[in-house]
């Protein structure tokens, strides 16, 4: 059975293949999380474990693979192998680190696998049995160029998908109001956090993608500035520290600090606001 790429979240005919593994971590560690429907409780004990992915999530399903008793885990990661060295070219400092050497999940025990991308899926009796892969190169998940003749297959019981979402969903509230959107897929934003249509604002992962729930947290907050701005509201305490530092929107030239300066006469170190009428018009 082919199922191709992306992988579908909802509906898939093979049983066992995992789209979210958080409320199964979650389950391990004694935190809250839903519990799963009656009969269709997942286990990987004794089982070929594929782990989809090879950030931190991906990380937490080898470890708790191996502590329900799996049989064997294998990650298929799309990044180029580290240097011999551990240093990442990509990624030079201060920047932080895509991966490292290894971490705690696999000094547990499982396998990485660099540069490796996967294709579809093969099953049998309603459920996953083949992997599809192939090898790849690209400096991240949005550059990949497959290498001729890679195509290998691996068997597996138990598939853990962990390469996180592409962009927000279109359908719904996106495609009912028409936002323009980006070349990623996410809400396009025109100057600050204004999205295509007027009054209508974008933050977080709808912005800027798929990232940490810290960047969420802050991109919410120097919206929430722009939003109390566009009102006509009392200037916050601390904008004139907090607006200057953002999160990255995803162009090079759209750092918060050129946002801020496009949205009127905000510059670093000033009053984010300046009076009334001062601000230029969209």
């Not at 049983?15 to 990987?44: C, F, H, K, M, Y």
Request: hydrophobic fraction near 30%; glycine fraction near 12%; include cysteine.
């Amino acid at each position: 059975m082919d199922c191709g790429v992306p992988f579908c979240h909802e509906g898939c005919p093979l049983g066992n293949l995992i789209p979210d593994w958080n409320d199964l971590v979650a389950a391990q560690e004694g935190r809250p999380s839903r519990p799963p429907e009656p009969g269709t409780e997942i286990s990987a004990a004794g089982k070929r474990v594929i782990v989809i992915g090879g950030g931190d999530t991906g990380m937490d399903c080898i470890s708790n693979s191996h502590r329900e008793g799996a049989l064997d885990v294998e990650m298929l990661d799309v990044y180029q192998e580290l240097w011999s060295n551990g240093d990442d070219p990509r990624h030079p400092w201060p920047l932080p680190p895509k991966r490292t050497p290894t971490t705690y999940a696999l000094e547990e025990g499982g396998k990485r696998r660099w540069g490796r991308e996967v294709t579809a899926f093969g099953g049998k009796d309603g459920a996953v049995s083949h992997v599809y892969a192939r090898k790849v190169t690209g400096t991240s998940s949005r550059d990949l160029t497959p290498v001729p003749g890679s195509e290998f297959v691996l068997e597996a019981d138990l598939v853990l998908i962990a390469i996180g979402f592409e962009h927000p969903e279109h359908e719904g509230v996106i495609a009912q109001l028409g936002l323009d959107l980006d070349e990623r897929g996410n809400i396009r934003t025109d100057m600050t956090y204004r999205g295509s249509v007027d009054r209508v604002y974008a933050c977080g992962d709808a912005r800027i993608g798929q990232s940490l729930i810290v960047t969420a947290i802050a991109e919410g907050r120097h919206c929430a500035r722009v939003v109390n701005n566009d009102l006509g509201g009392t200037p916050m305490d601390d904008d004139r520290d907090k607006l200057v530092w953002a999160a990255w929107s995803g162009e090079p030239d759209r750092t918060l600090r050129h946002e801020a300066e496009a949205a009127g006469t905000v510059r670093p170190g000033e009053e984010f606001f300046t009076g009334p009428g001062t601000r230029s018009e969209r």
